[in-house]
């Protein structure tokens, strides 16, 4: 069986402001750049975790709804909140 997304909102740049991408629990994100780009999840009170986004690649990111993505590089990292189908 084929995985899908469906698009909760409108993609835009993930940085070094922290976001939630509207309280999603699955975020798209899509390094547009050459470069390798470190992304960090944080909750209220820490960092949970981080990992490396490989240049011209993509990662689906499961998460609490409170909890935010920031990007080490301020434009070539895009988002947008998603679902998954099955």
Known sequence: MAETISIKGTEGVCNATANSF?????????????????????????????????ANSVAIIVKAGTDTLVSANNSTILAVATGYSY
């Not at 994100?29 to 990992?51: C, E, H």
């Open 22 to 54: 509207g309280g999603a629990r699955v975020v798209r994100l899509v390094n547009t750049g050459t470069t390798p780009v470190l992304i960090t999840q944080a909750n209220a009170t820490v960092n949970t975790g981080t990992f490396t986004l490989l």
